[in-house]
């Protein structure tokens, strides 16, 4: 969400004239796009805080303007402006519409003074980076789940869903561009709802508006398990523009743990929307997040995250442990994890998936695949580097003049977790 964010604010800079910086000494801007997710993120953005805060005072007196933009500039924004005095707006995700106002007071060298009124969220009406032939398009804003553990519905708000009129007018830009891949973005997709549209009926429309141009793939993030309806399996099945791919978060595999994290679903019914996906796609990969040591977690519990990973057979797994986030539920609760224990556990998950991704990329060896060329490869500059629709990374001998084509390639053999391919012509 946050690289979308960031490449709408920079097409903004670009629409008016501005241009990039070598580094912050030459720069009359330095806007800082932050994520509150993790809160390693909050740690670091202090540190960069601080060495701008220095340059600011002591090196580089009032030559640039400093803007503290996202998630962080939403929950903790007045206060980082208090401990910081270098930040000079606090622009947070529902204000991103004063961002030209913002550009407008330091081109005419003036302070920018923000209104009273509660600021609205709007969407940008393009995402897509500079030369970029993949872009995402989001569809929503905000979470209204509330899972136990997370900080995004109080730093992102509601969920909005976007006008299928603006949602249109982006991909047909897109296209105009040669996009070849978007991927819809929100924090639980599956909940669009603008009207009377739900989220199957945004599919069906967007696989109509995308008929005949450039754009071949689609894909969308994140999809909640309690959500997934089957008719969004149906509308995949039938249109081949979805990506044989899906990114489903289980996050637990034990319900009890489930149950804590709020999460509104069980093992049982993970397991079966897994059974429909791949009924209906027997060829569609699975990739997943895993969050362990969770408040309360015993071995038990986790031995339904191993057993619940051995039935999926997921291609790959965001993997982390708990850390308690102040202002979420998930923090008052009791039976903490000792770290040691959180660390073991992971690492018990993380040897799984290792095995299990090595073991579905080795079935997929001699299969003929489309890959989206990518770029370059940065091991090997006569090689390029593209990804399956099934969300593989395959290199293969070529040059640069492909990049952004489609192009069939059969898979040979395996670099760690990448194929070496040979084109099909
Ligand atoms: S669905 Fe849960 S984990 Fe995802 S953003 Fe919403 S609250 Fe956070």
């Given at each position: 969400m946050n690289t979308a964010e960031s490449a709408a604010l920079e097409l903004e800079l670009k629409q008016r004239n501005w241009t990039k910086a070598g580094d912050e000494k030459t720069a009359d801007l330095v806007l800082l796009n932050t994520c509150s997710v993790r809160i390693t993120a909050e740690t670091r953005l202090k540190g960069r805080l601080a060495y701008y805060q220095s340059l600011k005072k002591k090196?580089?007196?009032?030559t640039f303007t400093l803007v503290l933009a996202g998630c962080m500039a939403s929950r903790l924004g007045e206060k980082l402006k208090k401990a910081f005095s270098a930040i000079d707006y606090v622009m947070d995700t529902d204000s991103r519409a004063i961002f030209p106002e913002i550009l407008e007071a330091i081109e005419l060298g003036r302070k920018f003074q923000a209104s009273e009124e509660k600021p609205v969220f709007s969407f940008s009406s393009s995402h897509l980076e500079e030369g970029a032939f993949r872009s995402f398009v989001p569809i929503m804003h905000g979470c209204d789940n509330y899972c136990s553990y997370c900080i995004v519905p109080y730093v992102r708000g509601r969920e909005v869903s976007r006008s299928p009129k603006s949602i249109e007018e982006e991909i047909a830009l897109l296209a105009e561009k040669g996009v070849r891949e978007i991927t819809l973005l929100g924090q639980n997709v599956n909940s669009y709802q603008y009207e009377n549209l739900d989220f199957p009926g945004l599919l069906h429309l967007i696989a109509v508006w995308i008929k005949?141009?450039?754009?071949s793939w689609v894909r969308f993030l994140s999809a909640n398990p309690r959500d997934f309806s089957a008719e969004t399996i149906k509308l995949m099945a039938e249109?081949?523009?979805?990506?044989?791919?899906i990114h489903l978060p289980v996050q637990h595999g034990s319900n009890n743990i489930l149950a804590a994290m709020n999460r509104a679903y069980t093992r049982e019914h993970y397991l079966a929307l897994i059974k429909e996906l791949r009924k209906a796609m027997p060829e569609i990969s699975i990739s997943t997040d895993i969050l362990v040591g969770?408040?309360?977690?015993s071995e038990e519990d986790l031995l339904e995250v191993l057993s619940l990973m051995e039935e999926v057979q997921f291609l790959y797994s965001y993997m982390y442990h708990f850390n308690p986030r102040e202002g979420?539920?998930?923090?008052?609760?009791?039976g903490r994890i000792d770290e040691k224990t959180k660390r073991e556990r992971l690492s018990r998950v993380i040897a799984l998936q290792k095995r299990h991704t090595l073991e579905q990329l080795q079935k997929r060896l001699g299969c003929k695949e489309q890959a989206l060329i990518e770029g370059i490869s940065r091991k090997n500059a006569d090689e390029l580097i593209c990804r399956t629709e099934k969300d593989e990374m395959v290199v293969f001998p070529?040059?640069?003049?492909?990049?952004g084509s489609f192009m069939e390639v059969q898979l040979k053999s395996l670099r760690g977790h990448t194929f070496r391919a040979v084109p099909i012509v």
């Open positions: 090196v580089l007196p009032n005949g141009s450039s754009i249109n081949s523009c979805f990506c044989r791919h969770f408040p309360g977690e979420t539920a998930a923090y008052k609760l009791p070529g040059k640069g003049d492909s990049i």
